[in-house]
């Protein structure tokens, strides 16, 4: 493998259902992968209602996500939220 993280979010009914140890991917309703290596893609990850729709929204930070810098790059960090919808 090439070291670069992923997140992968699973489905808790397919889980359940599953009769023998699967790979999170094949139980993936979606997975995100990280753009750099040394980013740590997933450091935190948390759900919560943050556009009030009654739906908890997808929050993963990567606390050494580079970005562009004066000079090279610099490790700043991202957090990426991804909101829940109904359809």
Do not use: C, K
Request: proline content about 6%; aromatic content about 4%.
């Amino acid at each position: 493998a090439d070291g670069v993280g992923a997140v992968w979010l699973v489905s808790g009914a397919l889980l359940a259902a599953a009769d023998a140890p699967v790979a999170p991917a094949d139980l993936a309703v979606m997975g995100i992968r990280a753009q750099y290596p040394s980013e740590r893609l997933g450091d935190n990850v948390a759900m919560a209602d943050l556009d009030g729709d009654g739906l908890d929204d997808l929050i993963i930070t990567a606390s050494h996500h580079p970005s562009p810098a004066a000079v090279g790059l610099a490790m700043s960090g991202r957090v990426s939220i991804f909101l829940s919808s109904r359809y």
